[in-house]
């Protein structure tokens, strides 16, 4: 009777494990029918680069790469980049015989958009709409035109960069089967040494410098008080930013100090001393008040930090130092304006990088 039963036990238990293994296996199959199924991502050649566009090793300006349009469709014009502006760029002229696609003319642009130090910068006349543009995939352009920088801070254009942009543009020209119109090499030197020297005497950049009172800070407290007051960490080592409202604009003030604490194996136990607050004068458009809040700033971090605020010559800073700054910087303002390089336009920010 008992081994009757216990078989019987055994045969039930048996029945019931079965019926929930086949519960919950229909179960599965539900919920993973509900699941979005993940594409299968492909292998991408990272070392390879768009037809005419820079690779990683170019020594180039940021540009955006230029996607390619669904068919049968014109992609947008390109907004917010960088145009040619005769103020600050030497400007060659290109003429083609017809229409011509993005697609075809990137394949013959320069490889690197530098002409020594100064960046070379290359522009189609939109088709459908007019306007100018760098050349993209899937538009047609009827002129071309291609510009380089007469000055920024490395000095004015010279002859040998000149002679480079000629050659580089030259040899895209007669690939295009275009011909070509350059502007006299005497008169572009003459040109980029008399925007050099005004650039030269009305360039600026204000810093103030916060010394520790007391204790020094580590990298994390520092960073800690700074981000209270709306900085953000940098792209380079030992540097935070207070980005501006504008995007991709060049930040309102920098927050720096010294690089190897940054890269130490423990940062938060090197010892920081010192710290350098200052905004870009020419980069930095008035209205969004750039004095102010580097006057703020330092007064803020200086209470925050227990730091002395100071100029380059260690002097602590006075009232009245900031008073005469202030009038210093609207007569810069004021000479940048009349020479229509107003601090925080494209063209300002490019004779001042």
């Known amino acids: 009777m008992n081994s009757s039963l216990t078989l019987y036990l055994a045969i039930l238990g048996g029945v019931v494990l079965a019926v929930f293994l086949i519960h919950s296996t229909w179960q599965s199959r539900k919920l993973a029918a509900r699941q979005p199924r993940r594409a299968a991502v492909e292998p991408v050649d990272t070392q390879a680069g768009l037809p005419g566009e820079p690779t990683l090793g170019d020594d180039l300006p940021t540009q955006p790469l230029d996607l390619p349009a669904a068919p049968g469709t014109v992609p947008p014009l390109k907004r917010g980049h960088v145009h040619l502006d005769a103020l600050v760029d030497a400007i060659a002229t290109i003429t083609i015989d017809t229409p011509m696609s993005g697609d075809h003319i990137l394949l013959h642009v320069p490889t690197t958009r530098r002409a020594g130090s100064k960046p070379v910068l290359i522009e189609a006349l939109r088709a459908d709409c ?209 020479r229509d390089l107003g601090a925080g336009s494209a063209a300002a920010r490019r004779l001042f990088s």
């Open 130 to 338: 007019g306007e100018w543009e760098a050349p993209q995939a899937g538009v047609t352009y009827t002129e071309l035109q291609a510009g380089v920088l007469l000055a920024n801070r490395t000095g004015g254009l010279n002859e040998i960069e000149y002679s480079e942009f000629v050659q580089k543009i030259q040899a895209m020209a007669d690939a295009l089967s275009g011909a070509v119109e350059f502007p006299d090499m005497l008169d572009v030197v003459a040109r980029a040494k008399e925007l050099d020297a005004f650039a030269g005497a009305h360039d600026a950049q204000l810093a103030m410098r916060l010394y520790a009172r007391g204790s020094a800070w580590s990298v994390g407290y520092v960073q800690q008080q700074a981000a209270r007051h709306g900085f953000l960490p940098g792209s380079l080592p030992g540097r935070l930013v207070l980005p501006g409202n504008e995007e991709g604009a060049p930040p309102v003030l920098t927050l720096q100090f010294d690089a190897q604490v940054a890269f130490a194996e423990d940062p938060d136990q090197a010892a920081l001393r010192e710290l350098l607050l200052a905004f870009d004068v020419p980069q930095t458009a008035p209205e969004q008040t750039p004095f102010r809040a580097w006057c703020a700033a330092g007064e803020a971090l200086s209470m925050a930090l227990d730091a002395v605020m100071a100029d380059d010559q260690g002097q602590p800073f006075s009232p009245a130092a900031f008073a005469s700054i202030e009038g210093e910087l609207t007569r810069l303002y004021e000479a940048l304006a009349a």
